[in-house]
């Protein structure tokens, strides 16, 4: 079986709480074998690589740009689309699952992809951004299940292992 992939996404200016946090998501997925996949660049996507990192765990970051030194340090792969935005579709695409924390425009963006492509969204309480807008909601007729929001990082923890166990994906 392959190892799982999870896209955390988020504002690549977010607060020093926000990236503390992606940070212990990164590494709560390394432990677990997952794969971390961002958009590549600063704020929560560089702290959630730096978290798997530090756990020793993948990190695969897919950069708008077409330059590969554009990426964060803590970039196991790197990934230059030159596509600009466009690139957040096959951000999205490339997890199981996504994890929004927070976010702008983009974010909202890649929420409404991981949405049309079925991918489970999972969203942290108290970040405020779209993914705090949009939790607990169904964005549309395509799916019968809302936006999951998970309390803290307890909570999230527990319902990435259901989610991987429901897409028969093996964990660490």
């Given amino acids: 079986m392959r190892r799982p992939q999870a896209t955390i996404i988020g504002d690549s200016d977010a607060s020093l709480e926000a990236c503390k946090t992606a940070e212990m998501i990164g590494e709560l997925l390394a432990k677990y074998g997952i794969a971390v996949i961002t958009g590549g660049r600063a704020g929560i996507m560089e702290y959630a690589c730096k978290g798997a990192r530090k756990a020793g ?3 695969i970051g897919i950069l ?3 330059d590969v030194n554009d990426a964060n340090d803590w970039c196991t792969v790197v990934i230059p689309t030159g596509f600009g935005h466009a690139r957040n579709v096959l951000t999205v695409l490339a997890g199981d699952f ?3 924390l927070g976010g702008a425009a983009g974010t909202l963006s890649e929420i409404c992809f991981a949405w049309i492509y079925n991918k489970p969204i999972l969203t942290l309480k108290g970040f405020e951004g779209w993914s705090e807008r949009l939790g607990g909601t169904k964005l549309d007729h395509r799916r019968s299940e809302a936006i999951m929001v998970c309390k803290d990082i307890n909570e999230l923890e527990k319902e990435i292992l259901v989610i991987c166990k429901k897409l028969n ?3 660490d």
């Fill in 98 to 100: 996504v994890v929004a």
């Fill in 57 to 59: 765990g993948l990190t």
């Fill in 64 to 66: 708008p740009s077409d």
């Fill in 169 to 171: 994906l093996c964990i």
